[in-house]
């Protein structure tokens, strides 16, 4: 078997051909959002349970989103009582995306919204309690 001849030439465009890809790559990568940027991320399911929380629970942790812990923070049903929201935000910053309670009681969204401008807000709903 014979080997195509291979000079230098051929050699210097190939590697000229090769650095230019590998910076291209670098570019991209260079682009992409790292973790660190996402660390004031936060994602919040205001709805009532029984609509879907437990499915979007499953949802973040597939696309890697650390969730809150759900009875950690039914723990913080007496400071909602009494529209004590500062550690209800001081546990919003343990993870990325919550749902259930306190998350779903009236007056919390306004409170996350005011903490975090950027956050996502999800509404969950049923058409009836049949469902």
């Known amino acids: 078997m014979k080997f195509p001849l291979v000079t230098r030439r051929r050699l210097e465009k190939a590697e000229i051909r090769l650095r230019e890809r590998i910076g291209k790559l670098e570019r991209k990568l260079e ?3 790292t973790r660190e940027k996402f660390e004031e991320r936060k994602i919040f399911c205001i709805g009532l349970n029984k ?3 437990t499915s979007l629970h499953d949802v973040f942790e597939q696309f890697g989103f650390s969730v809150g812990e759900i009875r950690r923070g039914e ?3 007496e400071q909602w009582a009494v529209r004590d929201f500062a550690p209800i935000i001081d546990f919003c ?4 995306a919550f749902r259930d309670c306190p998350f ?3 007056f919390t969204y306004a ?3 005011a903490a ?4 996502k807000f999800i509404l969950s709903i049923r058409d009836s309690a049949e469902q």
């Open 31 to 33: 682009k992409r959002p």
């Open 93 to 96: 910053h343990t993870a990325e």
């Open 75 to 77: 723990r913080l049903i």
């Open 51 to 53: 609509t879907g929380t």
């Open 111 to 113: 409170a996350l919204d």
């Open 104 to 106: 779903s009681l009236p």
């Open 116 to 119: 975090f401008p950027n956050a």
